[in-house]
């Protein structure tokens, strides 16, 4: 029986968009996407998820790619101009579920040890759970394994008394390979409809 929820936060509880930002900054857009596609990259900034300082990652690239060194020092001492606003209707899901007192609720996340208290500061239903893992602090992060148990150890959660809900497969898959059941978000439509039929909600 399901008795604990885990989620992850960008993208299914929190509207996190780098775009936000280097709309502001780049007048054209294939610009824009080919900066993010081959400079600050997703795979770049994982790596200050998984613990690397926000100096140390802005230096690393700013080496490899001196002619944009302004850009790439937007990306985080700007940083919070990427957040947009709390994703509604999964916060609506998230408020039922802690109102029915049934579940103990986590929070398992890829983030910046150096920017989460930025999120924290601005969005109140960071508050609701039980206990939050931030990767930045842990120094590792999904889909390793050791960062889901780091979780069930700490909040004694059994895997298979718990949901994961992610919106990245890969993670999806590495917490089934633990024995988590697990819902990979694409709307808080098809998550309260996924729900309803795990009797969850």
Known sequence: ?????????GAVLIDWNPDYLYRTIFANEKEMKNFLAN?????????QDAGRSLQEGTDILIKQFPEHEDNIRAFYSRWDEMLGDPLHGTVEIFKQLKQSKRYKIYALTNWSAETFPVAQARYD??????????????????????????????????????????????????????GIKSIHFTSAEELSKQLKQLNVL
């Open 1 to 9: 029986m399901i008795n604990t929820i885990i989620f992850d936060l």
């Open 39 to 47: 400079v600050a990259t997703s795979d770049w900034n994982e790596e």
């Open 125 to 178: 239903f960071l508050n609701w759970f039980d206990g939050i893992v931030v990767s930045g602090a842990e120094k590792m992060r999904k889909p390793t394994p050791a960062f889901y148990q780091i979780l069930l150890d700490r909040h004694n959660v059994k895997p298979e008394e718990a949901l994961f809900i992610d919106d990245n497969y890969r993670n999806i898959l590495a917490a089934e390979k633990m």
